[in-house]
């Protein structure tokens, strides 16, 4: 490992924080608003610290695998403190606490919030909020490869730890190329979704920073009633239809708008994602049609937006769900542990590992009746290695030992069970709302500070498909090569 | 980049980035000082005329019981020291209106206090004490107690928000130092990194030369020094590299 290499790219990190820092300053000037110095004053201290190490470390092509892993983490962890800075800066509700939560919530596109009034934000912090989602959901990595000309075997390692290892195959291995697919789906898709918004009534402002969290999908709202707010079935159409597609693979979406290939609907995790989808929609339709006041047309609004919401990790909310009935509260929390599509912008478990899981539960129950036979593990007409399947076992149990000790310790700190539960769930899949008090309409403003630490340890250990923390931690890895 | 623009933009930086620090502190502060200002402007002047009008009125209360008790004098003398007294205060509050709500309340005085004033400069003094004592009663101590809760009412309109006012100012107090802690730990992590790379692009290449140059000089072992800057070290090494072939060669011919 040689610091000054990481120092040169963590470096260019920061730079591109610092870039909406001074989009959020210029906004904040034109609204007048209260949160121009803060941004100002973030921008110029992180722009100096990012800077720096350009003047010193030249460009090189040799990034090793080590260094690719530190990058990456050290990007994401710097990435939540800079976040945290301008909202230290301007007060309010923000301690030092809550604005770690906020900025680490932002990043790893989970739109859990500590704010009771969001709306007593100006508007500046309102798009530095935002902006920190549209900045973790692409991967601030990724952003990065764009400013490194030598997009050769340095994008690649850098890449390999961003996207989930199990989306990796779908790409070509090409960083150029992949960040160049990235980043037409994504700046494609947010500005589709900006300009619908706008037409179906809501404000320019209002419309990019809800477009920032759905393309992401983060969720964070500048309304304290979320997407409820705006109470346009319109808009909410527009959401859904964009947050799916924001929970699909970017390569496959790729495929389909430039290239015109059809290999979406062949997939099938793709078509194992939108089945589970419709689905739990049409159960939680007829369960609110049973057990509540609601008219069919409310039910089915609200149903698919909630289920879609949770089911892409999105976090946005139409109605409060933690008053719904059991059985749409338990599909919500099986969409908060799964979520969508690898190779999406969405936290969770992720559809792929569940498709390996479920098919793996099959093949062991055949190898129970036919015990000499040889029963390979397909996916899309491939047979997937034993160690891959070994593997995506091993996460899944490692994914929910996590999420019972967290959950435990916020029980440990007086936290009600179905907080404590449903919070970490909806924490470490980068969801965001769980249910009860820090559900679809509530907020973590009670949880107690120590319990903030562990949400926003466990978004980063969801968000960094956990292996990506830990080896962080492992002392080899920062062993110094000498030159 | 030349070795001399290197060194100077870390140390420029460094500047800049206490300069930056220095000037939101001061900002912060002197923020910090208006506001306590505002805060002894706005609120405890109107507090300070609310205790003047209720010094008055109480004072023109026992003016008309001295006169009630047949003190004329000495009844008239204190009630028109009261009221001199009241439109100081008077003056004092109503120039000072600051919050919203508090002008309401300044008219409800004003109003209130001309009709006391129109009994109390001309009381009606009757004859028989008993009937003094309900008139008293009756009349001017009725209007001495509304115009009393009214004064009241604006004393603790401005005791809140001075209350208020006084918590987010400790608030902002706390918040005051945040930027210079921000700072100071931003300028502590670029002073390690700025060390660090001082260490290995200057002082190691310096190192690295010396040694090859010790080992040319007193084992003849050839100098060679991979340096990765492109500033006037590796010029440096470059020439120490010639000066030693240069050396190496005049020595093989010898």
């Known amino acids: 490992m040689r610091p000054h290499i990481i120092f040169r790219y963590t470096g260019l990190v920061l730079l591109i924080n610092v870039v909406f820092l001074l989009i959020s300053a210029v906004i904040s000037l034109v609204y007048n608003d209260t949160a121009f110095r803060p941004l100002f004053f973030s921008a110029l201290l992180i722009g100096l610290v990012g800077v720096f190490p350009l003047v010193y470390v030249p460009n090189t092509k040799e990034i090793s695998n080590n260094e ?29 606490t809550n604005a770690w939560f906020e900025s680490v919530s932002g990043y790893t596109t989970t739109g859990s919030t500590i704010l009771t009034n969001i709306e ?47 989306a990796k195959d779908t790409f070509r291995n090409n960083a150029k190329n992949t960040l160049r697919i990235l980043l037409y789906v994504y700046v494609g898709l947010t500005v589709a979704e900006s300009i619908l918004l706008v037409l179906f009534g809501m404000n320019v402002f209002d419309a990019v920073t809800h477009s920032f969290a759905t393309i992401a999908t983060g969720g964070f709202s500048t309304r304290n009633m979320s997407i409820a707010a705006f109470n346009n079935p319109a808009m909410e159409i527009v959401i859904i ?53 609601l008219g069919w047309a409310d039910a089915l609004r609200y149903s698919a937006f909630q289920i879609i919401s949770i089911g892409t990790s999105t ?87 996590i999420v019972s000790a967290a959950s435990t310790l916020l029980i440990a700190l007086n936290v009600n069970s179905v907080d404590a539960f449903s919070g970490t769930i909806a924490a470490m899949g980068n969801v ?21 630490w562990i949400l926003s340890s466990v978004m980063l250990l969801g968000r960094l498909e956990i292996f990506g923390l830990l080896i962080f931690f492992v002392p080899y890895i920062w062993k110094i090569r000498k030159s | 980049m030349r070795l001399r623009i290197k060194i100077l933009s870390g140390f420029f930086i460094l500047v800049l980035m206490l300069t930056i620090a220095g000037i939101w502190s001061i900002t912060e502060l002197s923020n910090l000082g208006s506001s306590v200002r505002q805060l002894l402007d706005e609120n405890y002047k109107s507090i300070n005329a609310s205790k003047i009008m209720l010094e008055a009125v109480e004072r023109q209360d026992s003016g008309i019981l001295l006169l ?19 439109a100081l205060g008077f003056e ?12 309401a309340l300044i008219d409800n005085i004003k109003e209130k206090y001309e009709n006391y004033s129109s009994y109390i400069k001309n009381p009606i003094i009757i004859d028989d004490q008993a009937n003094r004592i309900n008139w008293y009663f009756d009349i001017p101590h009725k209007y001495f107690n509304d115009i009393k809760k009214e004064i009241n009412d604006l004393m603790s309109l401005n005791d809140r928000t001075m209350f208020n006012t006084a918590t987010a100012l400790q608030n902002k107090a706390s918040r005051a130092v945040m930027p210079g802690i921000v700072s100071i730990l931003a300028a502590i992590l670029f002073s390690l990194i700025f060390t660090y790379l001082v260490n290995y692009y200057f002082i190691g290449p310096i190192i690295k030369i010396t040694n090859s140059v010790r080992e040319f000089v007193d084992r003849n072992v050839p100098y060679i ?29 010898k």
């Open chain 1, 432 to 452: 965001g709302p769980g249910l009860g008090s820090v559900g679809s309409l509530g907020n973590f403003s009670h949880i107690p500070g120590l319990g903030k």
């Open chain 2, 68 to 86: 009630l008790l047949g003190k004329t004098d000495e009844g008239r003398k204190i009630i028109l020291s009261g009221d001199s007294l009241f």
């Open chain 2, 225 to 253: 020094v991979k340096i990765e800057s492109h500033d006037e070290i590796n010029e440096l090494s470059r020439s120490v590299e010639t000066l030693c072939q240069i050396t190496g060669e005049a020595d093989n011919k």
């Open chain 1, 315 to 401: 976090g946005f909310a139409n109605a409060d769900s933690s008053v719904w009935p059991a059985i749409p509260k338990v599909l919500l929390m099986f969409f908060a542990l799964q979520c969508a599509c690898a190779g999406s912008t969405s936290g969770g478990i992720k559809t792929d590992r569940i498709v390996v899981l479920w098919k793996a539960i099959g093949r062991q129950l055949k190898l129970v009746l036919h015990p000499r036979a040889v029963i390979p593990v397909r996916l899309d007409n491939k047979s997937l290695d034993e160690s891959e399947i070994g593997f995506n076992i091993l996460y899944v149990v490692f994914y929910l030992l």
């Open chain 1, 120 to 166: 007593a934000l100006p508007k500046g912090l309102l798009f530095w909020r935002s902006s920190t989602h549209w900045l973790g959901g692409l991967g601030i990595i990724v952003f990065m490869l764009l400013i490194i000309p030598t997009l050769g075997l340095s994008g690649i390692i850098l890449f390999k730890t961003q996207i989930a290892p199990i």
């Open chain 1, 241 to 293: 239809v964009f947050m799916i597609l924001s929970g699909i693979h970017f390569g496959l979406l790729f495929s389909v708008f430039i290239q015109g290939n059809t290999r979406i609907f062949k997939s099938t995790v793709v078509k194992y994602y939108l089945l589970m989808i419709l689905a739990a929609t049409v159960i939680t339709f007829l369960d609110l049609l049973n057990k509540t006041q």
């Open chain 2, 92 to 103: 004092i509050a109503s120039s000072n209106v600051t919050i919203e709500n508090e002008q």
């Open chain 1, 68 to 96: 690719g892993l530190i990058i990456v983490v050290l990007s994401w962890l710097l990435s939540c403190v800079v976040g945290a800075i301008p909202y230290l800066l301007w007060g309010g509700e923000f301690n030092f």
